[in-house]
């Protein structure tokens, strides 16, 4: 039976990452990989998370099983910083954790198809993983440009998605620090989309999984609580493994936004049951350690600053980036105006190839770099590079 089986293409990234292991080159710098590193070059646990970690093993006095929903002290304490003051927006949001991001993911375009979308409209490039999801269940995706040549956002392009979507259609948007271009939409755009999503009915699915890494936890879900304020009904998939460092603990959550308790009510035995039949329940560990974080002022205090540091040194990057202006080929202005850990150079393959041969620098073959594989000890000799190989 298993000959039948086609062979699947590796993970590129993968790829990737043991070309750059086996490089023997002391000064080569790694722009694949999708984690965040300090200026040293390191992913640390957070501070925030090794004593919520020791207050687990301390004081946890069962393992024993929650369920499909998994720690919903975890799914609460999180909605005011997603959602506002107004955490469930007067009894309209109910929540459950999943397994990452992409589990929230998973479930949402799964638990869409089983309420009746037929097609989701995807700017692109996108997270890889967005399409992979859409194809392993088959829901069409609908593709328009994200983002302009000169890396500002395509906004004409969401709005035309929007106005022409059928009526089982839907739309799914990142909600900061786009992956992989780290072009974000505009307070003003936000709301032109908001506008439109609700002038349409198309339904909204948004993507948050670097919450707090663009501008700031407040800033960051700006755009997302616009569009949910004129739309009757939406999705959020939402991964803390970025903002709590969490990346293999796998810590995630689902949100769904509806009109009234009945409708709220039936979605959620849905969702349940999906996430019943995919995964039974959540691992717990990672976001029982959030839990304790979040509803201790002092660990959230540890935390929030951690990721200030975070975002303050990726905007550092990003300065210094914009500030050397146009290299050979590569204009860096607008990576001064991105967000996130990601942006996405204007490179050949054969550039990036050379990039990897000649200097050691490694990158995804789309031109998307890590902005935190980018250090004050390395960012001069990836701009000199840059210069070399894209000019003339
Ligand atoms: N959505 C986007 C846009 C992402 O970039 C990622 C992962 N990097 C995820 C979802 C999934 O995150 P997680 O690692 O929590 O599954």
Redesign the pocket.
Known sequence: MLERLDEQSPDALLALIKMHAADPRSDKIDLGV?VYRTDEGGTPVFEAIKRAEQQLVDEQSSKSYLGPEGDMGFVNALMPYIFGEDATMGGRIAGMQT???????RLAAALAQKAGMTKLHMGTP??P??AQILGDISLEMAPFDHANPDGTANVEAVLAAIRGAGSNDGILL?GC????TGVDYSDEDWAAIGDAIAETGIFPII????HGLGHGLEEDVAGLRSVLAKVPEAFI?Y????NFG??RD???AFYILANGQETLDTAFSNANALARASWSMPPDHGAAAVRLILRDSDLTKVWKDELEQMRNRMRQVRDRLAEAGTQGSVDMVPLGIQNG??SVLPVSKEQVAQLREDHGIYMAGSGRINIAGLTMGNIDKFIGAIAEVTGS
């Open positions: 999708g397994p990452g991001g992409t589990g929230a993911v996108s997270w993983n967005h990142h620090c786009h992956n992989p993507d948050t999984a670097y998939a991964s803390c493994d970025k969490m990346y796998r810590v995630g850990l990601f």
